[in-house]
């Protein structure tokens, strides 16, 4: 449930985004161009306003999350942009009046400009005054989740994180939380190393409190989340659907795929030979490579890629791309940053072997080895493998194998055409945010994880503790 504050805020961009907009309409209709007929149109600012709100919802622009100020700023470009093109398109479907291209390109720098700035000191005010949440990570001192390190020192914009490690034998510990620890924060974050019987009774708290409560995603509250309850007599029951889309579904995002291919094929064909010579030029070898890869039904298909790493990069075997990996070309570095080396995967899509959305296709000889380890892996073939997807928008290079599962179930329970633009949107985006495109990186988790720092974190708990509880024998538990 939203606060007060977030929902002022939320009203207030709304509210100033409409007069913005509504601010530069006026002054090319009054001062640019006073003798141009389509600015003197109300429905034209009116359909331009409707896809400026339509593209901003798509990219998060109206939720409570706070992001950081460039990708506010990025997306912000990104739904001028797409918002005046596609205003222009219906008004053309339309046989409304369009105006000169030269209206066109103004209004929309002009737009960007004031948009753009207004937006950058939106999310610096909403930084700085925004709601704080604050949120306790209760962990298993015996037994640590690297998830919950993560959640304690990753950047995330709005919220605090305190990082609790308890003896679930003591007591006194498991007291001191329930009775006075969880009233003084926002969010409860529950790792999922505490132990059921506990995790219960800091749930039943936290509810009593009116506190917000994480847990760790699985396929069980994934498939979950769209279930429905009904009665089988007295009994409640709940309902999981299948996970397969149904003909009508399959039947638009396939004339979907092949639409947005081709029309991307034809506008990227520029960029096609941009790529191949500053490849040829920057190391020998194809331009193109082709590699096995499985998709629906778990068959083997081979995708196209530009190439980014050296011709024999692969001589000592397979192996997954690390941060900073060497076999990587100057010129690979650029594609992959940018993911333009994905480019010729659009021939795949227009053949039928991929989909422009869906989890990411994946080598056999990696994701055989997957199947064994992760539960559940294996559920990602009842779709088309894609060239992006949640997992590749909402994750990074270096997310675990086993989040990314999480992620591509999140995307096939919660199917719909929406949430398909949706991630085509957010993934021109992260082309301009290098945390996407990370490589594997343990060292980090390796030094949280180090036992200094773990004793160090327990220490701190214990401290914490003994200062709600008097009776709380500190100095017996170091």
């Known amino acids: 449930m939203k606060s007060a504050k977030t929902k002022f805020i939320i009203t207030t961009l709304v509210v100033i985004d409409f007069i913005v907009c509504l601010a530069v309409w006026q002054i090319l209709r009054s001062v640019v161009f006073p003798n141009d007929s389509t600015l003197g149109q109300l429905r034209h600012i009116a359909l331009l306003y409707a896809t400026f709100l339509f593209f901003f919802v798509m990219y998060d622009m109206y939720s409570s999350k706070q992001d950081k100020v460039f990708a506010s700023a990025v997306a912000t470009a990104l739904s001028v942009l797409a918002s005046c093109i596609v205003s222009v398109f219906i008004s053309h479907i339309l046989r409304w009046e369009t105006g000169t291209f030269t209206v066109w390109i103004a209004e929309t720098a002009v737009l960007e400009l004031f948009v753009v700035l207004w937006r950058t000191v939106a999310s610096l005010f909403i930084k700085r005054f925004g709601e704080k949440r604050s949120v306790l990570i209760i962990e298993n001192a ?5 998830l919950a390190r993560k959640l304690k020192y990753a950047s995330n914009y709005g919220r605090e994180s305190y990082y609790y490690m308890i003896d679930e034998s003591n007591p006194q510990e498991i007291r001191c939380v329930l009775e006075q620890k969880i009233k003084e924060y926002d969010l409860i974050f529950i790792s999922p190393f505490i132990s059921p019987e506990n995790s219960a009774l800091i749930m039943r708290e ?26 089988l007599d007295d009994t409640p029951v709940l309902e999981k659907r299948g996970i397969v889309l149904t003909k009508m579904q399959r039947f638009i995002k396939r004339s979907l795929d092949i639409v947005i291919s081709f029309l991307l094929l034809v506008i990227t064909s520029p960029a096609f030979l941009i790529c191949a010579i500053a490849i040829k030029l920057d190391s020998p070898g194809p331009v193109i490579y082709k590699q096995a890869r499985y998709t629906i039904n778990k068959r083997v298909f081979s995708v196209y890629k530009f190439r980014t790493m050296v011709q024999d990069a692969e001589k000592a075997g397979a192996q997954l791309a690390g941060e900073n990996d060497p076999r990587i070309t100057k010129a690979g570095k650029l594609l992959r940053a940018t993911r ?21 296709p994946e080598r056999p000889i990696f994701a055989d080895e997957y199947s064994k380890k992760v539960v559940s892996y294996d559920l990602r073939y009842c779709v088309k493998a894609g060239l992006t997807g949640y997992a590749q928008v909402y994750g990074k290079y270096n997310t675990r194998v086993s989040d990314k599962i999480l992620m591509d179930m999140i995307y096939i329970f919660n199917y719909s055409i929406l949430l398909d633009i949706k991630l085509i949107l957010l993934t021109v985006k992260t082309m301009f945010i290098k945390s996407a495109t990370e490589g594997v990186d343990e060292d980090r988790d390796t030094v949280l994880s180090s036992p200094e720092r773990e004793k160090e974190r327990r220490d ?6 003994g200062e709600e509880n008097e009776n709380f024998d500190y100095y017996t538990r170091l």
């Open 340 to 360: 333009l080396d994905e480019l010729p995967q659009l021939i795949n899509i227009l053949w039928g072997d991929m989909s422009i959305v869906g989890p990411r």
């Open 460 to 465: 701190k708990t214990l401290r914490q503790l």
């Open 206 to 231: 936290a509810f009593v409190q009116n506190k917000s409560i994480s847990v760790l995603a699985d396929m069980d509250t994934i498939s979950t989340m769209n279930g429905k309850i009904y009665q």
């Open 142 to 146: 015996n037994n640590t989740s690297r």
